[in-house]
């Protein structure tokens, strides 16, 4: 059993689509059968989202051409989606004028006929999360610890700075060192944050008037070790990879 998936534009021998109908069904295709399934299936099961959806006219808007909603949701997080009597999407402006209205401002009257709306809400909490969880990404929330080094600095380096971040699975940042010695690996210590396989990276002196290279490489047991190409000069070494 084999099932196709028809993009929207496919549809009707590859006239695109025209009303709402079409538009807001996805289609299965089976054996030459279609079966159009409402997204409002698939929607309906994320947390705290619902939508509330129905028909208006110039009747319904007030002597200043605005048309209002009382959808009584108390909730800010709101999209609002209206077709025309064509079925044609119409990209206009709304208000949330509070937690329980919104306005639309056509500015004179509409095209006769019945219009079409959408009204898609949120009503879970808002604090800092992303207001849209059909778009959300499973770990959106990069408010991860950073990453944490254990210092055992070898005889010879000098750390004179590092700042490294945690963002989700990446390790970004930089330290800058110097070394006696060139072309030997000094130990730094260990991070916390193991990759799962060798990674290097590379150092340029900080001052423009030396060119010679600096090399580093963090271990599979998160040990960071620091090569210098030239002798006591601060060397700025950026630090990137995946955990």
Do not use: C
């Not at 009707?12 to 409002?40: E, M, R």
């Not at 006769?112 to 604090?127: A, M, Q, R, V």
């Not at 849209?132 to 380096?157: R, W």
């Amino acid at each position: 059993m084999s099932y196709t998936l028809t993009k929207i534009e496919e549809l009707n021998g590859g006239v695109l689509a025209t009303v709402i109908n079409d538009a807001d069904l996805l289609h299965i295709k089976q054996s030459g059968v279609d079966k159009p399934i409402a997204f409002s299936s698939f929607k309906t099961q994320i947390p705290n989202y619902g939508y509330l959806s129905g028909l208006f006219d110039n009747s319904d808007l007030n002597p200043s051409y605005i048309w209002s909603i009382n959808h009584a949701k108390n909730t800010r997080l709101i999209r609002l989606t209206i077709y025309n009597p064509l079925g044609e999407f119409q990209s206009i402006p709304y208000t949330i004028v509070d937690a329980n209205n919104i306005s639309v401002n056509f500015g004179g009257p509409i095209e006769t006929g019945d219009w079409e709306y959408i009204l898609e809400f949120w009503t879970g909490p808002s604090g800092g999360t992303y207001p849209d969880p059909i778009y959300a990404l499973a770990n959106h929330n990069h408010n991860m610890t950073d990453p944490i080094i254990t210092p055992n600095i070898e005889s010879g380096l000098t750390i004179v700075e590092y700042d490294l971040a945690r963002y989700g699975n990446v390790i970004s940042g930089h330290v800058i060192a110097k070394g006696i010695v060139i072309n030997n690996y000094y130990t730094w210590g260990t991070i916390n944050a193991i990759p799962g396989s060798l990674k290097r990276f590379l150092g340029v002196p900080g001052n423009a008037s030396y060119y010679e290279s600096g090399f580093g490489r963090i271990g599979i047991d998160g040990t960071i070790e620091l090569q210098f190409g030239k002798a006591n000069i601060d060397t700025i070494f950026v630090i990137n990879y995946i955990i």
